[in-house]
Structures are given as C-alpha cells and as structure tokens.
C-alpha cells in the first residue's frame, strides 16, 4: 500500500462523507432500524436515535477501513476509480484514522448510552467487514461474498438487541435473511463488473468459477432464501402482512433469478437480466424489512416508548 504521490484536490467534508459509503450505509440504517422498530418492548426515542446513529457510525468507520485497505485496488476498478483515495483527494492515514475513529467512538457510546451486548456485537460486525472480509476474505477466495456476507446482516441484530438487551431466534433469522441475500445480490452485479475484478486481481465468483457456476449459485442462494424469508411467519413472530409479503417478494426475487441462471452468453453485453436482477434486489430487501415494522405496526405492539 503506497501514499498517492501528489494530492490532486484538497480534502473536504464530501470526501469524508464518502468514505462512509452513503449508498450502502442507507440499506444499513433502514434495516437496523426496522430490527428496533420490530422487537418486543420499548425503548425511548432519544436512545432509540442513539443506537440507529452508532450502527450508522460503525457501519461508516468499516467503509472508511475498507478504502484505507483496498486504494490501491480501487484505483484500478473503473467502478471505484472516482473514490478520494484513488483520486489523491486524501491521504490514506487520514482516511485510516477517520475509520479507527468512527468505529471506536460507536462501540463506546453504544456500549455506555444503551449496553455493552449491543457495543460488542457492533464492534464484532466492524472487524468482521474491516478484518475478516476486507483484508482475509477479499482478496483469497471466491467464497468472499458468502462468508463475508455476514457482515452487512448484523444491522437488525444489532438493533433488536439494542432493545430488548437478550438474542432469540428472531434476530438471529434477520440476520439469516441478509446473510443468504447477499450472494445473489452481489453476484449479480459482479456478473456486469467482472472484469473490473479480473483487471485488479479480485477473486471473485465469476473471475475464478466463471459465469455458468455462478449463475447457478445466484439460483441457489436465491431458492434457499424463499422459505428463509418467510421463517419469521412460520415460528410466530411476525403475522400474514410480513409473512404473506415476504413470500410474494421472495417468489418475484426468484422469477427474475430464473433467466439469470438459465442464460449462458451476453446478448449484446446488455446483461439487462443481470442488472433487473441487482436493482430488484435492492428493493427486495427495503421492501421486506419495511413490511416487517408495518406488521409489528398493525399488531397493536407499539413502536418507540
């Protein structure tokens, strides 16, 4: 890892702020937020706003770490090559210290203002994403995205627990959702930028197993994730509006992973299958988690207290 020579533009607060990842801190927040919303009990709506800003916090001191690690990498993606680092809008100690910062400083307050339980399973999913995905995972095995995947689901963990302070099998199946989403999601996406990832050496599924195996592991994920979805239902914690929502997404995420598995060349390198199904998955999961507090809602539970 070597320091850009030449600082092309000065740092300013947008630079910092990317880093962050804003894009995916958002499905970070919104499914943190629905896991709170949704849990039994109350808690009050100032340490409710606490604990939703240290995922938010974590979730942005990790991206920070990510970029720190992976500059010179992304210098080489077209995808990635407009980030501050690669651009020399930074130097990578500040982007370091800016991570190591946001990650402690959410892990503390979470620990003092709601329980160190809550502080503890956020700074796991920090070193998770930062160390074992970013630094071991990455760059060794096409199995990156599947067992790093776990990374992106502590969020409705995290905030479930944050109220009612103990882990039952309902977070935990929250937390299965994402974890089996995350493959299918990121595949498909990985499937129109794989050559990015072949160009820097990034050994991802379609790099080293090529298209075919990867298609059918999209399908997979996918079938695996429809009962999955609908597990909260089936064990009684949530009522039909999830369940029956969980499984009208679930089959539509399923429908479109159908031609995406089944195809075998790029028809005029539009990979449009590829990219509904990315952009559906996006909306899959906002939707899923949106219709998880709705039912919490509606039951007559209550949300903040």
Excluded at 15 to 31: E, G, W
Excluded at 59 to 77: I, P, R, S, T, V
Excluded at 163 to 172: A, D, E, Q, S
Aim: charged share 10%.
């Amino acid at each position: 890892m070597t320091q850009p020579a030449v600082l092309q533009l000065p740092t300013d607060w947008r630079d910092f702020l990317a880093l962050t990842k804003p894009r995916v801190m958002s499905l970070v927040i919104f499914t943190g937020l629905c896991g709170l919303l949704a849990a039994p009990g109350h808690i009050h709506p100032v340490l409710g706003f606490t604990a939703i800003l240290c995922i938010a916090l974590g979730a942005g001191g990790a991206a920070a770490l990510n970029q720190w690690w992976e500059a010179d990498l992304d210098a080489g993606m077209k995808r990635t090559a407009r980030r501050p680092l690669p651009e020399g809008r930074m130097h990578r100690v500040d982007a370091r210290d800016f991570g190591i910062f946001l990650s402690a400083a959410s892990v503390v307050i979470m620990g003092l203002a709601i329980h160190w339980l809550a502080a503890t399973i956020l700074a796991v999913s920090i070193v998770y994403y930062a160390v074992v995905y970013t630094i071991w995972l990455k760059p060794r095995t096409p199995q990156n995205i599947v067992i790093g995947g776990g990374a992106g689901a502590f969020p409705p963990l995290i905030g479930w627990i944050a109220v009612t302070g103990h882990i039952t099998l309902m977070p935990v199946l929250l937390f299965a959702i994402i974890f089996f989403w995350t493959p299918p999601h990121f595949w498909a996406l990985a499937l129109f930028v794989q050559s990015d990832y072949a160009k820097v050496g990034i050994p991802m599924m379609p790099v080293v197993k090529g298209e075919v195996a990867t298609r059918h592991q999209i399908l997979l994920y996918t079938v695996l994730l429809v009962p999955l979805a609908a597990a909260p239902w089936w064990i009684g914690g949530t009522g039909a509006i999830y369940g029956i929502s969980a499984i009208g997404l679930s089959l539509a995420f399923l429908a479109l992973s159908l031609p995406v598995a089944l195809r075998r060349t790029q028809e005029s390198d539009t990979m449009k299958p590829e990219k509904r199904l990315f952009g559906f998955s996006i909306v899959y999961l906002f939707a899923l988690f949106a219709m998880l507090v709705a039912d919490h809602a509606f039951s007559g539970q209550g949300l903040l207290g």
